[in-house]
């Protein structure tokens, strides 16, 4: 059976990073952050800051896990390792039925509104553009890794540089920064800054969400050991540095209280700085950073249901490899056609919302991960090793733990059903594992 290929080097791993990460978040989430802290500008700056050290000390903890056990499937295969068969089969079934899918199937649908805004697109029309984009994606990723990199990585550019121009006419034509000195602190710290700061911070690291799938590309990377944990550390710095320059340049423009009250913050800004028929280009700029987000989706998600059908606890098509173009083709299909289906669907974008946040859960176990590994092999398993062990993990997987009880408590109070259905969706995993089993253990 031909295996998968390793094409995947530092540059590549370093783009897919991004592009994970960059999706739509930045254009339309720094208003609500900002609200959040009642306006203050230096708080709001700190949470983007310290959300990103946060990813950070994540990232350098999965560096070291990539470099170590350089298997498709990432975060699947340690789980699997330290925590056992069924946290790592919940883990992956959550991806393919909510998390990873729904990630595509709502980029998806944001695409196709995002386009709507550049030409006119009936509710069919919009479902069927949306599905479009996800075969397109799909076709990519199974014509070659190599292809799909090459694709997110040029998406990736263009949407970074987007960003980089954006800022600079904002920073260049606004006149909002003597505002906003004027609003950086609260007039005193108490309890209350700290809760805001907390719920600011969920916002926060959503926004970085997505890094951790670059782990599921481990089988395909050259050289992992050296390039994971330095495309690791780059992508992360490179986000915190693109985020904290697009809040400054959205201040600059706006001012605290526009930007503030704007939940669409880069297409207003653009609008009320330079020309409000320039403001249409964000769509566009939006639209190629969704389709880049979607394809790294793509070329990292089916990875862990690969892994998981070759331990036996899937379907056993999806362990196939294309003879000829060194893919997961079956992987992939499966999983595009399901990200398909929750896009014409359409009414699963409100339930995902509840359902993200529990990898969460799955992303502090990945990191505890390293905890079992060095006890199991105390004189390392890979010659990079996470700076600042034990202090960079713990911290990672309190943060991991944090967000989960506060979005846990958050969404019981909003919607107890919604959030019941989410969980309801995760525990579905558990005789669906027992079955898989029984079948394995049968052939």
Same mark, same amino acid.
């Given at each position: 059976?031909?295996?998968?290929s390793?094409?995947?080097?530092?540059?590549?791993?370093?783009l897919?990073?991004?592009?994970?990460?960059?999706?739509s978040?930045? *254009?339309?989430?720094?208003?609500?952050?900002l609200?959040?802290?009642?306006?203050?500008?230096g708080?709001?700056?700190l949470? /983007?800051?310290a959300?990103?050290?946060?990813s950070?000390?994540?990232? @350098?903890?999965y560096?070291?896990l990539?470099a170590?056990?350089?298997?498709?499937?990432?975060l %699947?295969?340690?789980?699997?390792?330290? *925590?056992?068969p069924?946290?790592?089969?919940?883990?992956?079934w959550?991806?393919? *039925?909510?998390?990873?899918?729904g990630?595509?199937?709502?980029l998806a649908?944001a695409?196709?509104?995002?386009l709507? +805004?550049?030409?006119t697109?009936?509710? $069919?029309?919009a479902?069927?553009?949306?599905?479009?984009?996800?075969?397109?994606?799909?076709?990519?990723?199974v014509?070659?890794?190599?292809?799909?990199?090459?694709?997110?990585?040029?998406?990736?550019?263009?949407?970074?540089g987007?960003? @980089?121009v954006?800022?600079?006419?904002? $920073? /260049?034509?606004?006149?909002?920064?003597? +505002?906003?000195?004027q609003?950086? /602190?609260?007039?005193?710290f108490d309890g209350?800054?700290a809760?805001? *700061?907390?719920l600011a911070? #969920?916002?926060?690291l959503?926004? %970085?969400e997505?890094?951790?799938?670059?782990?599921f590309?481990?089988?395909e990377?050259?050289?992992?050991?050296r390039? &994971?944990?330095?495309?690791? &550390?780059?992508?992360?710095?490179?986000?915190?540095?693109?985020?904290l320059?697009?809040?400054?340049?959205?201040?600059?423009?706006?001012?605290?209280?526009?930007?503030?009250?704007?939940?669409?913050?880069?297409?207003?800004s653009l609008?009320? #700085?330079v020309n409000?028929?320039?403001?249409k280009?964000?769509?566009?700029?939006?639209?190629?950073?969704? &389709?880049s987000?979607?394809?790294?989706?793509? $070329?990292t998600?089916?990875?862990v249901?690969?892994?998981?059908a070759?331990?036996?606890l899937?379907f056993?098509? @999806?362990? +196939?490899v294309?003879?000829r173009l060194r893919?997961?083709? #079956?992987?992939?299909?499966a999983?595009?056609?399901?990200a398909?289906? $929750?896009?014409?669907?359409?009414?699963?974008n409100?339930?995902l919302?509840?359902?993200? &946040?529990?990898? /969460?859960?799955?992303?502090?176990?990945?990191?505890?991960s390293i905890?079992?590994?060095?006890?199991?092999?105390?004189?390392?398993?890979?010659?990079?090793?996470?700076?600042?062990?034990?202090v960079?993990?713990?911290?990672?997987?309190?943060?991991? #733990?944090?967000?989960v009880i506060?979005?846990l408590v958050?969404?019981?109070?909003?919607?107890?059903?919604?959030?019941?259905m989410a969980l309801?969706?995760?525990?579905?995993?558990?005789p669906?594992?027992?079955?898989?089993?029984?079948?394995?253990?049968r052939?």
């Open positions: 059976m031909p295996n998968l390793r094409v995947l080097g530092l540059r590549d791993l370093t897919l990073i991004i592009g994970l990460v960059i999706g978040g930045i *254009f339309l989430v720094p208003g609500a952050v609200k959040q802290v009642d306006n203050r500008v708080v709001a700056l949470v /983007w800051l959300g990103g050290v946060l950070l000390l994540g990232a @350098l903890t560096g070291e990539s170590g056990h350089p298997k498709a499937g990432g %699947y295969i340690y789980i699997r390792d330290c *925590f056992g069924l946290l790592s089969f919940l883990f992956g959550s991806l393919f *039925f909510a998390i990873g899918s990630a595509v199937a709502t649908a695409f196709s509104k995002y709507g +805004e550049v030409i697109l009936s509710p $069919l029309a479902k069927l553009t949306s599905v479009a984009m996800i075969a397109v994606v799909a076709a990519v990723n014509w070659g890794t190599r292809k799909s990199s090459d694709v997110t990585n040029w998406a990736t550019v263009i949407k970074v987007a960003i @980089l954006m800022s600079a006419a904002l $920073l /260049w034509f606004g006149h909002g920064l003597e +505002e906003a000195r609003a950086l /602190w609260p007039e005193q209350s800054v809760s805001n *700061f907390g911070m #969920v916002s926060v959503w926004a %970085y997505g890094w951790q799938f670059a782990t590309s481990a089988g990377t050259v050289n992992p050991q390039n &994971f944990p330095r495309a690791f &550390f780059m992508g992360t710095a490179a986000l915190i540095a693109i985020y320059l697009a809040n400054v340049a959205y201040l600059a423009a706006l001012g605290p209280e526009g930007v503030s009250k704007s939940s669409s913050v880069a297409a207003a609008g009320a #700085v409000p028929h320039v403001a280009l964000i769509a566009v700029a939006i639209g190629i950073s969704i &389709f987000a979607a394809n790294s989706v793509m $070329l998600s089916p990875r249901y690969y892994a998981m070759g331990d036996g899937f056993r098509s @999806l362990a +196939e294309h003879p893919t997961p083709a #079956v992987a992939i299909i999983s595009a056609t399901w398909a289906v $929750l896009a014409m669907l359409g009414t699963f409100e339930l919302t509840y359902v993200v &946040f529990t990898g /969460w859960i799955f992303y502090g176990l990945a990191g505890a905890f079992v590994y060095r006890k199991r092999t105390p004189e390392g398993f890979s010659a990079y090793r996470v700076p600042g062990y034990p960079t993990p713990l911290l990672f997987i309190l943060a991991a #733990v944090a967000v506060n979005t958050a969404k019981l109070q909003e919607s107890p059903l919604r959030t019941g309801g969706v995760i525990l579905l995993g558990v669906a594992y027992f079955i898989w089993r029984s079948r394995s253990a052939v």
